[in-house]
């Protein structure tokens, strides 16, 4: 499988961040990567405590800098902090999956809306091409990839509300999302995809009830949905 952090790494905000001084081994920042694509993948699976002593071994670095990139990744609800227990991999519950949905819903049918406004025809013609290509060759790409290039999609079309916090906004979600939508993808196929020209086509027509009811209607996730994947990636993360 291609690595997350490799392939996500085009459709973050344009957010400047700070890096600590370079020394031997791997800096805050590069191990902060490596244990976030193990808490968005569930290498460590839902509700199992981490173990930090073995981390510690596995990337060659003392405990302060693995607690400071942990304690990032608890910030960002991809990990829980129990108080005189640990840190534990996040549950896999499909009441949590679903007000995640609720979530991107409303902000990426609110960004349409504003793109529809705002967004510029060399910009709206750069994502349709973007997305064409990932097409062409959707029938040898993997299912993770093709995860990781739908969520790149989706970042830029919210950027083309020219709202930066909507993009971070969705940057996050989609880390906390993305086991459930890759395994939907593993079983239902691509669909849907078909559906993110007609959302730039309604952009471009600056026809705004049309953003919002395709927009709605391609995000929406009934409960039994949810239901079927998240038992789905349950059955494979504790079998293998």
């Known amino acids: 499988m291609p690595r997350y952090s490799s392939l996500l790494r085009e459709t973050r905000p344009n957010v400047r961040e700070t890096t600590p001084p370079k020394r031997p081994g791997l800096t805050v920042n590069e191990l902060y990567e490596r244990l976030k694509e193990m808490a968005v993948l ?32 608890v910030a960002e609800s991809l990990l829980h902090f129990v108080p005189n227990r640990g840190f534990f991999a996040r549950e896999l519950h499909r009441q949590d999956i679903f007000d995640l949905f609720e979530l991107r ?28 290509e990932v097409m062409k060759t959707k029938a040898q790409t993997s299912a993770a990839e093709l995860t990781i290039k739908d969520e790149e999609f989706h970042v830029r079309l919210v950027a083309l509300a020219g709202n930066n916090e909507m993009v971070r906004a969705l940057y996050g979600i989609n880390a906390r999302i993305h ?11 691509h669909d ?49």
């Not at 509700?47 to 990139?69: C, H, I, K, Y």
């Not at 959302?199 to 927009?215: F, G, K, S, V, W």
Request: charged share 35%; proline share 2%; glycine share 2%.
């Open 42 to 73: 569930y290498t460590i699976r839902p509700g199992e405590r981490v173990n930090e002593l073995e981390l510690a071994q596995r990337f060659d670095v003392s405990r302060t800098p693995l607690r400071e990139a942990l304690n990032r990744l």
């Open 105 to 132: 819903r409303s902000i990426e049918s609110s960004a349409v809306l504003l793109a529809a406004e705002r967004a510029s025809i060399k910009d709206l013609r750069a994502l349709r091409k973007f997305w064409k």
């Open 179 to 189: 086991f459930v939508r890759w395994m939907d993808l593993e079983q239902r196929g």
């Open 192 to 240: 849907a995809f078909a559906e993110h020209l007609d959302i730039l086509d309604a952009i471009e027509a600056r026809d705004i009830e049309r953003c919002r009811a395709l927009t709605e209607s391609h995000i929406t996730w009934r409960m039994e949905e949810i239901a079927r994947v998240v038992d789905a990636g349950v059955v494979r993360l504790f079998s293998r």
